[in-house]
Nanobody, 123 residues
Framework: QVQLVESGGGLVQAGGSLRLSCAAS????????MGWFRQAPGKEREFVGA????????YDGDSVKGRFTISRDYAKNTMYLQMSSLKPEDTAVYYC????????????????WGQGTQVTVSS
């Protein structure tokens, strides 16, 4: 069992920045990928980006590339989502997720999920 604890959400004005964190409780020497997804009211959960154990990252094609950056701290088993130039359409509950193996965009391949953290961007 892997537990994921997210933090860092909140209210920010359009054009502002936020950094989300996701700490994973895993056994030592576990190689894993982590991903970020988000779900806006009335919409399906969508992929934001993910990072492999190697540090390679993938992002959603158009909506966040160039504005969001994913990184990880191996010593802390923590993944970060640095969000800048935020837009009202970025408003959503953001979830982190865990999988063994490489990062992918498909939510169905992630085995464990965090509780979600609300990000609200005001215009």
């Amino acid at each position: 069992q892997v537990q994921l604890v997210e933090s860092g959400g909140g209210l920010v004005q359009a054009g502002g920045s936020l950094r989300l964190s996701c700490a994973a409780s895993v056994r030592p020497f576990t190689r894993f990928a982590m991903g970020w997804f988000r779900q806006a009211p009335g919409k399906e959960r969508e992929f934001v980006g993910a990072i492999s154990w190697s540090g390679d990252t993938i992002y959603d094609g158009d909506s966040v590339k160039g504005r969001f950056t994913i990184s990880r701290d191996y010593a802390k088993n923590t993944m970060y989502l640095q969000m800048s130039s935020l837009k009202p359409e970025d408003t959503a509950v953001y979830y982190c997720a865990f999988k063994w193996g490489d990062a992918v965009s498909s939510s169905g391949q992630y085995a464990f999920w965090g509780q979600g953290t609300q990000v609200t961007v005001s215009s």
